[in-house]
């Protein structure tokens, strides 16, 4: 057993010499790979940053259409829809996340009864108010679900 050990001992000690320099140069493999990689990290680890924008079609004309209702129903009492659209109104909410407009619509509209409608219709009514600014509706419905709301930037249109 003894005559076994010391041979197995010097091998390893022979063999350490290679393990030693591997894990060396993974620690410089390391080191350097943040600064290459932060980019990239930075589009992966986005989450709630914005992914897309008001242009890439996010709403569907169906949906705008009972926005539409919605808004008429709830909101004409003290808005027009010329409130909602224009340069005026895209200058101040450009660059936010969409989730803003509507987490604002949602929690302190309409004034004399926040928070009164279904998410749904909120979003539905963001997704009229994306119409009136004439951004283009598309197949898939903006859902009320804030992970994707905030994906999606408030965008001038493409052409002012
Ligand atoms: C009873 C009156 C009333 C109703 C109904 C109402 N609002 Fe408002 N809304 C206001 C007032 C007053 C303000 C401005 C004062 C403030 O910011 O609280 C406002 C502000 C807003 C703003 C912010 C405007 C901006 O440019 O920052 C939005 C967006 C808005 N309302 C959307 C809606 C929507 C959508 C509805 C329907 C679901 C609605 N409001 C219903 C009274 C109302």
């Known amino acids: ?3 076994h050990r ?4 010097c091998l390893y ?9 591997l894990p060396s140069l993974l620690v410089v493999g390391v080191a350097l790979l943040p600064p290459l990689a932060s980019p990239g990290l930075a589009q992966n680890d986005a ?3 914005p992914s897309k924008n008001v242009r890439d079609s996010v709403y569907s004309a169906a949906q705008a259409q009972r926005g539409e209702t919605a808004f008429r129903q709830t909101c004409t009492e003290c808005h027009t829809p010329s409130q909602f659209s224009g340069p005026n ?3 101040a909410w450009r660059g ?8 604002l619509i949602r929690t302190t509209m309409p004034n004399d009864f926040p928070g009164s409608l279904p998410a749904q219709t909120y979003a539905d009514i963001v997704a009229y108010i994306l119409k009136l600014n004439q951004y283009p509706a598309g197949q898939k419905e903006l859902a009320p679900d804030p992970d994707s709301l905030k994906a999606i930037r408030i965008e001038p249109p493409r052409s002012p």
Not at 13 to 21: D, E, H, R
């Open 96 to 103: 936010a996340p969409l989730y803003q407009l509507f987490d």
């Open 6 to 9: 010391r041979p197995a001992i």
């Open 89 to 91: 109104f895209i200058a």
């Open 47 to 49: 989450g709630p940053q």
């Open 13 to 21: 000690g022979v063999k350490l010499k290679p393990y030693i320099s």
């Open 1 to 3: 057993m003894r005559a």
